[in-house]
C-alpha cells in the first residue's frame, strides 16, 4: 500500500503551490500517494478546519501532513486543539507564518500557548524556512523553534517563500521517516 501525503497549500492559492506538491509527488515516487486539495477559499479557520478533517478521514492508514505558509500554520493549529482519529507519520511545515503578538497577530490564527503538550508526543515535526523567504519573515521559524523544541529545523540560505519550486530536502526527510518506521 501507498504511503498517504496530504499537502496543504498556502493562501496564496492552490494554482501558485501545485508546482510544490507536483515536485514533491515526482521527487518521493511512486512508493507514495500526495493528495493535494484546493482548500476553500478564503482563510476561515473553520471552513479549513473542515476540510482537513474530511480530508484526514478519507485517509486509510498513517497519512503524512505536508502544510506550506498559511497551509502548514493551520496544520500545526488543528492537530494541537482538534481530536484527531486518523493516525499521523509526521509533519512537514514549509515556511509557516507565526501568529502572535511576536509575529503576525491575528487571534484566529495564533496558537495555544502549551503547543507542544498538545501534539502527540510521539509526532515528528519538521521545519523548513528560507532566510531569503520574502513573504514570510525569517524570524518567524525561530519563533517556532522555541514553542517546538522538539522539532527538526533546517535553515535554507536560498529558496525564497516557494522554495525555489524543489522540495527535494522534504521528501528526502519523508522517506527518512518512512524507513525509520518500517
Partial sequence: MKQRVLFIHGAGGYEDDQILATDLRDVLGTAYNVRYPKMPDGTEVERWNEQ???????????????????????????LSEETVEQPVAGLFLLAPPYWGAEGWDVDEYTLQNNVASKLPTELPVFFYHSRADEIVPFAHLALYAGKLPQATIHERDSGGHQFNNDLSEVARDIKRLKQKNS
Wanted: avoid cysteine.
Fill in 52 to 78: 482537513i478533517a474530511n480530508e484526514l478521514a478519507a485517509s486509510d492508514g498513517r497519512v503524512i501532513l505536508v502544510g506550506h505558509s498559511l497551509g502548514g500554520s493551520l496544520l500545526l493549529k488543528y
